[in-house]
């Protein structure tokens, strides 16, 4: 599953859920995958604006 948000404030109640693997910087957007609820998560804060969240997207569907 990715879950995408373009805010810290947006994604702070999933990602303070997770159980958290790797972190890592993919273009602008921060990237943690992990687990949450015993499911897998790639959670992804964008920045704010359509073009962010395309460019965020478009990086996680070429991984």
């Given at each position: ?34 687990t ?28």
């Open positions: 599953m990715a879950i995408l948000g373009a805010l810290r404030e947006e994604i702070a109640g999933i990602r303070g859920a997770m159980t958290l693997g790797e972190q890592a910087r993919w273009g602008k957007a921060d990237v943690w995958t992990g949450w609820n015993g499911i897998p998560v790639v959670l992804m804060r964008t920045g704010i604006g359509g073009s962010r969240a395309v460019e965020g997207l478009s990086r996680l569907l070429d991984h």
